[in-house]
Each structure stands twice: as structure tokens, then as C-alpha cells.
């Protein structure tokens, strides 16, 4: 069973466009969260969330905002994306302060 | 405030130990190290909370000096296996977040 789960894995759009990504975990954790990865493989946090609380990182655009449904489900939805969107979006999970676990990365590309 | 990691890279042959340094200017609450291996995602390999705890997990170990806000991770008779980017995270008391450092490019050759 797959831990953490995102979709899509590549995703391909063009500039202006919206967009959509999905993470669902079944780990039963009460934290999740939504890390970029630039090409330079820096890991930066953009989110947290968990039932009672959303830290947002002050540098994410307001472009950017996460939608959670529920506990196990936090999506990332993008608006007019452009060029320097493009990167790996990793969302994890975790149980309060300790471990996190990775889904396996969506890579946006936006031309 | 992001931590500085040390080194950058380090490559070493198959049996070799390294040593991979994380400090912070920022009184921390806990550091925890992760492995990234080329196309996959983050895996968690320990959490060191403040209190000088030094964590063992096979032949990787690492340390928290919280007086220096610094960290290290020992990898000893380095594997093939190993070969990777570490990262640490560091956490500070009143943050609910981890800031990753730029990461340690870690190859191991036969």
C-alpha cells in the first residue's frame, strides 16, 4: 500500500494555465505538507497544514493555495502558472513534529 | 533562515566514513536528516530532538549539539547503497515547519 500518493506525475501546461494537484496518505498522520524543488534540488516548504491550522511560508505567491477536503487529502491548486513555477512539488505527511513522509513528486513543467 | 550544510559533495570508495555537517544561527527544537536519491523523493533516516541525543541506525549515526545549534551525520564503511543527497531539516521551537538545508551530494564509488 502506498503511503503517500500524488497525481498527476508530470504534469506539462502552458503559461496562464490552472492547475491541480492531488495528495491523498494513508497513514492516518495529522500534518501534511507541500514542499518545491527547484532544479538546484532545493527543498522548500510551502505549506503546512493540519486540522486546526495552515501555516503558509510568507514567499509562496498567493497564486498558490491548498485545499484540503479532508484529513488524508491536501491538494495544491495553482493559478496563471508561469515559467518559474516550473519544479517538483513533493507532498508529505506526518505525525505531529516527527517523521515526514514523501509522495513520489509531481513534476511541472510550464511552457 | 535556511541551515548551511557542509560539504557541498563528497565522493569516497566503498568502505570509507564521512561526515556531513548542518548549523543553524537559530535555537532549534529538533533536526531531522533525510536521503534523496536521483528521480526519487525524501527519505526519512533519523530525528534528533535538543538534548545532545546521538541516534544510531546501522552504520549512520548523528548528533545534536544544541548549545552550537549543529548537527552532524557520521556514515561509517560507507555502502554503495548510500550514495545519495542528505539533507537536514531543521525545526525551531515555535515553528510547526522544517527549513532544509541546500543539501550534501554524497557518491560512493567501488
Known amino acids: 500500500d502506498t503511503a503517500v500518493s500524488q497525481t498527476p506525475k508530470y504534469l506539462v501546461t502552458q503559461m496562464g494555465n490552472d492547475k491541480s494537484i492531488k495528495c491523498e496518505q494513508n497513514?492516518?498522520?495529522?500534518?501534511m505538507y507541500w514542499y518545491k524543488q527547484d532544479s538546484k534540488k532545493f527543498l522548500k516548504i510551502m505549506f503546512s497544514?493540519?486540522?486546526?491550522?495552515?501555516?503558509i511560508n510568507e514567499t509562496v505567491p498567493n497564486r498558490f493555495s491548498p485545499k484540503s477536503p479532508d484529513k488524508a487529502h491536501l491538494n495544491l491548486h495553482i493559478n496563471s502558472l508561469e515559467l518559474g513555477d516550473s519544479a517538483v512539488y513533493f507532498c508529505?505527511?506526518?505525525?505531529?513534529?516527527?517523521?515526514?513522509?514523501f509522495g513520489p513528486g509531481t513534476r511541472l513543467t510550464v511552457t | 533562515q535556511q541551515p548551511v550544510q557542509s560539504p557541498q559533495a563528497v565522493i569516497l570508495r566503498e568502505g570509507e566514513d564521512a561526515v556531513i555537517n548542518c548549523s543553524s544561527s537559530?535555537?532549534?527544537?529538533?533536526v531531522h536528516w533525510y536521503r534523496q536519491k536521483h528521480g526519487e523523493a525524501p527519505v526519512f533516516l533519523m530525528i534528533?530532538?535538543?538534548?545532545?541525543e546521538q541516534k544510531g541506525h546501522d552504520k549512520i549515526s548523528a548528533s545534536f549539539n544544541e548549545k552550537k545549534q549543529q548537527s552532524s551525520l557520521y556514515l561509517t564503511a560507507s555502502q554503495l547503497s548510500y550514495s545519495g543527497t542528505y539533507f537536514c531539516?531543521?525545526?525551531?521551537?515555535?515553528?510547526?515547519?522544517?527549513?532544509f538545508g541546500s543539501g550534501t551530494q554524497l557518491t560512493v564509488l567501488p
Open positions: 497544514y493540519n486540522n486546526k491550522e495552515l501555516i
Open positions: 531539516g531543521t525545526e525551531r521551537p515555535s515553528a510547526r515547519q522544517l527549513t
Open positions: 537559530k535555537a532549534l527544537y529538533s
Open positions: 534528533l530532538l535538543k538534548g545532545g
Open positions: 508529505a505527511s506526518s505525525q505531529a513534529h516527527y517523521e515526514q513522509y
Open positions: 497513514l492516518g498522520h495529522d500534518t
